[in-house]
T-cell receptor, first 110, second 117 residues
């Protein structure tokens, strides 16, 4: 049973556009929500993370929006670039337990 | 900061042999390390959680006698795949959580590609 549901599975965006990836969770014990970026053949790299006590966090072109009541959170990549093409994973953590979404393969076309 | 290394980056072995993968936190101490397995185009699946100086906690369905984990120090954890078979071929990734860190942030290693012939 997947504890974190991520969509879409794949996403194609034109250069300069906005990429939006959505995640939803059920377990209210989750209290930390990171996003990871993974390039082929590499380990995931922490991109940005948020706690449920804030509704939005922005770091450069990357923004997390968090809706605690709906148990949903999303990643927005502004001004998407071809170099952003990668697989993105959302995750949710409670204590030592981190659960990942299924991943979104983002392709940014030049 | 927060760099995690893995060695080797890729390994090819014959069926029936054992393979050891090392995971090191280079610039911080990690009381907890995690081992994941990732099949092509799939998400990361947690295999086990390793705490320094104690036995690893394995996820349901992961054979602890096949995937031996040792976390001998605050900077090193090893995963040994014993009697490897072709179905064990996968991308193995470790992560480490900084000792005393609040926020559950895990830093991932670059992964090890295991191919069992």
């Amino acid at each position: 049973q997947q504890q974190v549901k991520q969509s879409p599975q794949s996403l194609i965006v034109q250069k300069g556009g906005i990429s939006i990836i959505n995640c939803a969770y059920e377990n209210t014990a989750f209290d930390y929500f990171p996003w990871y970026q993974q390039f082929p053949g590499k380990g995931p790299a922490l991109l940005i993370a948020i706690r449920p006590d804030v509704s939005e966090k922005k770091e450069g072109r990357f923004t997390i929006s968090f809706n605690k009541s709906a148990k949903q959170f999303s990643l927005h990549i502004m001004d998407s670039q071809p170099g952003d093409s990668a697989t993105y994973f959302c995750a949710a953590t409670a204590n030592n337990d981190m659960r990942f979404g299924a991943g979104t393969r983002l392709t940014v076309k030049p | 900061g927060a760099v995690v290394s893995q060695h080797p980056s890729r390994v090819i072995c014959k069926s029936g042999t054992s393979v050891k993968i090392e995971c090191r936190s280079l610039d911080f101490q990690a009381t907890t390390m995690f081992w994941y397995r990732q099949f092509p185009k799939q998400s990361l699946m947690l295999m086990a959680t390793s705490n320094e100086g104690s036995k690893a906690t394995y996820e349901q369905g992961v054979e602890k006698d096949k995937f031996l984990i040792n976390h001998a120090s605050l900077t090193l954890s090893t995963l040994t795949v014993t009697s490897a078979h072709p179905e064990d071929s996968s991308f193995y990734i470790c992560s480490a959580r900084q000792a005393g860190a609040r926020g559950h942030t895990q830093y991932f290693g670059p992964g090890t590609r295991l191919t069992v012939l």
